[in-house]
């Protein structure tokens, strides 16, 4: 299985004046627990990172002995193109692919395989988890327009898995109509493509802010 690792963002929202992946935690960066996470599945044979150029040296220093085992891809200014460019980047025999975001470090190797295993029955998967909290859609004055039912609310998370040939599709039809979306199963469900989801666990949370940073280190404490 090839798998994309888009770490080529800023961490606005984290504030530590530079990529948060290059944060350390338990001694070393986020984007080393994320890799080796990855490394370590056992039907993972092919990752690419996706980075800025100017954070290229520090991001592959701080993977240490596992840089000669990924390959190095140029992001671009959102999430969306920093795909597109993975997309374009991957071996032509690639047929499946899993999209994982490098601020996920807190992913097991076991929901990476099961990701794999689920894309040879379907085109599209995703990992998500139930919503626990009751959401609320409010309008741009902060006043409750309405309470969707919990029941059919899912948290979406990375992986997510494609037919390469399909996710390459969706994104020069995204850049055809001008479509901008924050993952990748967005696109296909704008295209009234199936997308199958995969229960996943609370703990794989995207690293955000500074709280989640404190959470992200208690959990590597047992890794
Ligand atoms: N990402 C990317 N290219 C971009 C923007 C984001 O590859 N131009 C990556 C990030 O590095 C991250 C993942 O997409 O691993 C999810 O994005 P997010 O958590 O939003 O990270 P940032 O964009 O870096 O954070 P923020 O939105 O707070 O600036
Ligand atoms: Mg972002």
Redesign the pocket.
């Known amino acids: 299985m090839h798998v994309l690792?888009?770490?080529?963002?800023?961490?606005?929202?984290?504030k530590a004046g530079r990529?948060?992946?290059l944060i350390e935690l338990e001694g070393e960066s986020l984007i080393f627990w994320t890799i080796k996470s990855v490394l370590s599945a056992s039907l993972v044979s092919w990752v690419g990172i996706?980075?800025q150029p100017n954070d290229k040296q520090e991001l592959l220093k701080s993977v240490k002995n596992f840089s000669n085992k990924i390959k190095w891809i140029n992001?671009?200014?959102?999430?969306q193109?920093?795909?597109f460019n993975g997309l374009n980047s991957l071996p032509s025999t690639a047929e499946k692919v899993l999209i994982h975001?490098?601020?996920r470090c807190l992913i097991g190797p076991d929901l990476i395989n099961k990701c794999a295993t689920e894309l040879e029955q379907n085109d599209a998967v995703i990992l998500a988890t139930k919503v626990t909290d009751t959401i609320k859609i409010v309008d741009n004055r902060g006043y409750i327009k309405e309470t969707p039912n919990r029941q059919n609310l899912w948290a979406a998370q990375t992986p997510q898995g494609f037919l390469v040939k399909r996710l390459r599709k969706a994104h020069e039809m995204a850049i055809e109509k001008n479509w901008t979306v924050t993952d990748d199963a967005s696109l296909f469900e704008m295209l009234n493509w199936q997308v199958k989801i995969i229960e996943g666990n609370s703990a794989n949370i995207?690293?955000?802010s500074p709280l989640d940073l404190k959470i992200a280190k208690l959990f590597l404490k047992d890794f």
């Open positions: 690792i888009p770490a080529a963002g800023s961490g606005s929202r984290m990529n948060k992946l996706i980075g992001g671009g200014d959102t999430r193109k920093s795909v975001d490098g601020a995207k690293i955000t």
